[in-house]
């Protein structure tokens, strides 16, 4: 993988035909981060089309560009189309085309260059240009320093600097996460500096959601939790007959692996959901213990230290077990 720089002139020449992509069940990272570059390589005058592999959540509807995203689980024929005689592909938030889910097969066939920006570990060799930087806070702080890095920071106007600041925002936890460097704050200064309003982005996220969001968090804290003292972790088990009772949506469970963290002494959380076609599972822990390896040896997952995923094709209690019968394994360490 040449380093992304190295596609400067690539971009600086004749008008290209470039796709955007990010991982199923986009957050507001990947939304934000692949709407950014969308807005950018358009002023370049660049022939540019954002296709999710999935649905996204309602509350990141608000932001610039989602409206004229396409969805490949929707969409499939309008996607293919969008698909076909590209340039470039950039695929961001994102490190293996498996994270694409069904859209995985087209992506394969595509001839064009493939460009990555990432911060996760170990990315598939299928990249011709990227940056894989797992010191990043997210991919919208790598979008933003490379706009910087092409020449263009007067590009970088209103509509990219809401989109960055949101992905920014939502992956380091509000700013509290281990993540938050320096890096980050230089990067939101300079945003606020050229008049990047942050309130109506943080209230556009989270507190944009419907009532039964919320007494669905009330039920899964109160019936769905276990607190595992002897491993100083926690769980949340959510069976499908809760999502389909409470009408959950793309992106109603988003930070609820985190509730648990606040409890004394929970090292670790885990939320495992009963997706009905598979379970899905998140991570969360605090200081060394190491989600991202735990999901990868035991859940068919990964991501980062301290931030990962998994899934399943057990049944909820089954999974549940195996999680448990992990914890055995892993005491020593979450002690």
């Known amino acids: 993988m040449k380093p992304l720089i190295e596609i400067k002139p690539v971009l600086n020449s004749a008008p290209k035909r470039i796709a955007i992509t990010m991982h199923q069940r986009p957050d507001a990272d990947a939304m934000g981060a692949s709407l950014a570059m969308f807005d950018y390589l358009k002023q370049k005058g660049h022939s540019v089309q954002v296709i999710s592999p999935t649905v996204f959540p309602d509350f990141l509807k608000w932001m610039p560009g989602c409206g004229q995203v396409i969805v490949f689980e929707t969409q499939k024929d309008k996607a293919v189309e969008a698909l076909r005689d590209n340039d470039i592909l950039f695929c961001l938030d994102f490190n293996s085309l498996g ?61 990219i600097a809401q989109c960055i600041y949101a992905g920014t925002m939502t992956d380091t936890g509000s700013f509290r996460f281990t993540s938050t460097s320096d890096r980050v704050h230089e990067m939101v200064a300079k945003l606020m500096r050229n008049g990047l309003e942050h309130e109506p982005i943080h209230q556009a996220i989270y507190d ?31 069976p499908y ?22 409890i004394k002494g929970i090292k670790m959380a885990a939320l495992i959901i009963d997706r009905k076609e598979e379970v899905r599972m998140s991570f969360r822990s605090k200081g060394d213990f190491d989600v991202n390896s735990f999901a990868r040896k035991y859940f068919e997952g990964g991501g980062h230290q301290n931030a990962a995923g998994g899934r399943s094709s057990d049944t909820l209690e089954k999974t549940v077990a195996r999680f448990k019968e992990a914890l055995k394994e892993n005491k020593a360490t979450l002690g």
């Open 241 to 262: 007959g809760d999502i389909q009772h409470f009408g959950l949506k793309t992106g109603d469970t988003e930070g609820l692996v985190n509730y648990p963290l606040s």
């Open 208 to 238: 944009n959601y419907l009532e039964s969001r919320l007494r669905f968090i009330g039920h899964a804290l109160l019936n769905r939790l276990e607190v595992l003292y002897e491993y100083n972790v926690a769980v949340i088990a959510i």
């Open 99 to 159: 994270r694409t889910k069904d859209l995985a097969a087209c992506l394969e066939k595509m001839s064009c260059i493939k460009v990555l920006l990432d911060h996760h570990l170990e990315p598939q060799q299928v990249f011709d240009y990227g940056r894989s930087d797992i010191s990043a806070a997210s991919t919208s702080l790598l979008v933003y320093e490379f706009i910087v890095e092409m020449g263009d920071e007067k590009l970088i106007n209103n509509n």
